[in-house]
């Protein structure tokens, strides 16, 4: 069974460029997460869906990010225009249940913006 | 707020010696408490979990025990491997109606060498 599927696994922009990065959930869970993780504040938590719906957005830096999940099979997190201290490594998670469950995190997308 | 304490890597260990990574965790009600691992280049794995006071979780010879008196829950194994070698997390679920967010501590970097 696939795991979290996330892409690109790297990429390298300039400061300015729109950037969008995807994930696919594992299939049945209803449950989505998008992390950011660097050297400076750790990982966190930037935006929970559940079925789809955005539940908790607190995390979210700044009006530059937006993330949208149009079925239950995809999501993207968009960050336009795009900055050097966006430069991190974001991960998507999924879960099948909100309430103490498991999240099965993506191999992550590493973002460098120059 | 909720927050989570591990101790500061890196840790070096040789093979087959005694592994323990301290967590200390502040939360109300009774979260539920997790160790993650992540492989360089990965995403984050969940190793063990615990879902109450007293609980012990283990796996792949890791072993935790989820203490309220003290609000720990330390990461030990008995003769660790090279293959061990990887960043360590441990992480509180937050109880009551958003048991959703992890909130994860900092990382333990872990190197194990032959």
């Not at chain 1, 079925?71 to 050097?84: D, G, H, V, Y």
């Not at chain 2, 010696?17 to 280049?41: E, K, M, R």
Request: one cysteine or more.
């Amino acid at each position: 069974d696939a795991g979290v599927i996330q892409s690109p696994r790297h990429e390298v922009t300039e400061m300015g460029q729109e950037v969008t990065l995807r994930c696919k959930p594992i299939s049945g869970h209803n449950s989505l997460f998008w992390y950011r993780q660097t050297m400076m504040r750790g990982l966190e938590l930037l935006i929970y869906f559940n079925n789809n719906v955005p539940i908790d957005d607190s995390g979210m830096p700044e009006d530059r990010f937006s993330a949208k999940m149009p079925n239950a099979s995809f999501s993207t997190l968009k960050i336009q225009p795009s900055e050097p201290r966006d430069s991190a490594v974001y991960f998507c998670a999924s879960s099948f249940r909100q309430t103490q469950e498991t999240q099965y995190f993506g191999p992550g997308t590493r973002l460098l913006v120059l | 707020g909720n927050s989570v304490t591990q101790m500061e890597g890196p840790v070096t260990l040789s093979e087959e010696a005694f592994l323990t990574i301290n967590c200390t965790y502040t939360a109300t009600g009774y979260p539920s408490l997790f160790w993650y691992v992540q492989y360089p280049g990965e995403g984050l794995q969940l190793l063990l979990k615990a879902t109450k006071a007293d609980d012990k979780g283990s796996n792949k010879g890791f072993e935790a025990t989820y203490r309220k008196e003290t609000t720990s829950f330390h990461l030990e194994k008995g003769s660790v491997q090279v293959s061990d070698s990887a960043v360590y997390f441990c992480a509180l679920s937050r109880s009551g109606g958003s048991n959703y967010k992890l909130t994860f501590g900092k990382g333990t970097l872990l190197t194990v060498n032959p």
